[in-house]
Nanobody, 128 residues
Framework: QLQLVESGGGLVQPGGSLRLSCAAS????????IAWFRQAPGKEREGVSC????????YYADSVKGRFTISRDGAKNTVYLQMNSLKAEDTAVYYC?????????????????????WGKGTLVTVSS
């Protein structure tokens, strides 16, 4: 069965860094698009970043561009989200999501077509 398990969340001061991990089981990342979403209290869910399994192309929301970096480790079947220069407005539950398809651009899965599978989320709190 396909599963996604996030880890790496926690409390960090403004300007600090965190690295989130998303460990996938039940399917190979090479044939999938993997994305990170986040949802802050009282706000809609936001697509943060995505990485395409077939060619490694990436997508970033404008709100995180230049601060966050998504990457993958095929051997570990894991996707990472390195978050630098964190701000209070980055506080949210971060979810890993996947779709077992690589036909469309990664950004299109995040913004148009949606994802198939979701993890349970990990909380990131940016506060002094």
């Amino acid at each position: 069965q396909l599963q996604l398990v996030e880890s790496g969340g926690g409390l960090v001061q403004p300007g600090g860094s965190l690295r989130l991990s998303c460990a996938a089981s039940g399917f190979p990342l090479d044939y999938s698009a993997i994305a990170w979403f986040r949802q802050a209290p009282g706000k809609e869910r936001e697509g943060v970043s995505c990485i395409h399994g077939s060619d490694g192309t990436t997508y970033y929301a404008d709100s995180v561009k230049g601060r966050f970096t998504i990457s993958r480790d095929g051997a570990k079947n894991t996707v990472y989200l390195q978050m630098n220069s964190l701000k209070a407005e980055d506080t949210a539950v971060y979810y890993c999501a996947a779709v077992r398809d690589t036909y469309y651009y990664c950004s299109d899965y995040v913004t148009i077509y949606g994802m198939e599978y979701w993890g349970k989320g990990t909380l990131v709190t940016v506060s002094s």
